[in-house]
């Protein structure tokens, strides 16, 4: 059997000529796994990440199999680089058919970033920002998917840490960002929802995948460990994460649900604290204030119809 993403997703016959991805934190892990196939699938590929020697090399891999793409770098700790990007893509591309917001991390020492904590800077704040600022470049039909973890559950919304890192927990300030990307991508859809716009947005659980890199920022003997899973019976490979990531982004069988939360590619049920609505609006109104930004589809009101979350 086939290991490549697409066909662990059973996506193959999926064609994705004529449509943009972009794929933020794909110069390695799951990310990059994931815009290969969607290369192969079709799809033109915007490759993201820091390193731009890593980002010219996946580029460069993605044509030789027959692809395109093109790398825009971004410094997710940086808010004027965020918006950058999605300049880039404006300006460069007709229209955004698929923006999966995959890049993120898990930090060992706590930092602020812009007076934030890092990691709910670069793991929430950033997708909010680049989602934000591409939500008019969005076609009609677009899919917005959010890489989220189920390290979510035992987390609650707690929105004034985030301004501090007294007491610092990378597993913590990490499961909180996860959390974040949940309420988000909920929130998202709702207000798409609301606004009569028929584009979708959800989140997902990739699997416990020690390939992906995560376990590169744990402390000490645990890294070792955590790559060492790798082998152990009931682990994730990188290209079963990128298969859970094409299967919410180009599966037939997706194309119409959103606000939901997918694990094993299927929609499950996300922790109770995931599925407060009102948090997911207090997170929504105090991230763009964070931000300094004006509130993104802030027609969209709290008794709206929306897509519920469980």
């Given at each position: 059997m086939s290991t490549r993403p697409e066909s662990l997703a059973t996506v193959t016959d999926i064609d994705c000529t004529g449509q943009t991805a972009l794929v933020t934190g794909s110069t390695s892990g799951i990310g990059r796994v994931a815009a290969y196939a969607l290369g192969r699938l079709g799809a033109e590929v915007i490759v993201h990440g820091r390193d731009r020697e890593a980002g010219e090399a996946v580029v460069e891999g993605i044509r030789e199999e027959g692809g395109?793409?093109?790398?825009?770098?971004?410094?997710?700790?940086?808010?004027?680089?965020?918006?950058?990007?999605?300049?880039?893509?404006?300006?460069?591309?007709?229209?955004?058919?698929?923006?999966?917001?995959?890049?993120?991390?898990?930090?060992?020492?706590?930092?602020?970033?812009?007076?934030?904590?890092?990691?709910?800077?670069?793991?929430?704040?950033?997708?909010?920002?680049?989602?934000?600022?591409?939500?008019?470049?969005?076609?009609?039909?677009?899919?917005?998917?959010?890489?989220?973890?189920?390290?979510?559950?035992?987390?609650?919304?707690?929105?004034?840490?985030?301004?501090?890192?007294?007491?610092?927990?990378?597993?913590?300030?990490y499961a909180h960002s996860k959390l974040a990307n949940v309420l988000f991508a909920s929130e998202l859809a709702r207000r798409l929802d609301a606004a009569g716009r028929p584009a979708v947005s959800n989140s997902l659980h990739p699997g416990f995948v020690p390939g992906s890199q995560f376990g590169r920022f744990l402390p000490g003997p645990l890294s070792g460990l955590f790559q060492m899973l790798g082998v152990v019976p009931g682990t994730s490979s990188v290209a079963d994460g990128a298969a859970e990531l094409l299967h919410v982004a180009v599966s037939p069988d997706t194309a119409d649900v959103s606000g939901r939360y997918f694990s094993g590619q299927s929609p499950t049920t996300p922790a109770a604290a995931a599925r407060d609505r009102a948090a997911a609006e207090r997170l929504w109104h105090r991230s763009a204030e964070l931000l300094g930004m004006d509130v993104p589809l802030s027609d969209a009101v709290s008794g709206s119809a929306a897509t519920d979350a469980s």
């Open positions: 395109e793409a093109a790398f825009v770098a971004a410094d997710f700790t940086e808010a004027a680089a965020i918006r950058t990007l999605a300049e880039t893509v404006r300006t460069e591309t007709d229209g955004l058919d698929l923006l999966l917001n995959n890049a993120g991390g898990l930090f060992r020492e706590g930092r602020l970033v812009e007076g934030i904590e890092r990691t709910f800077y670069v793991n929430h704040l950033a997708p909010y920002l680049l989602t934000a600022e591409l939500l008019d470049h969005l076609r009609e039909d677009a899919r917005v998917v959010t890489m989220a973890s189920d390290a979510h559950r035992g987390a609650e919304l707690d929105l004034d840490r985030v301004r501090t890192v007294d007491g610092y927990s990378g597993m913590g300030a």
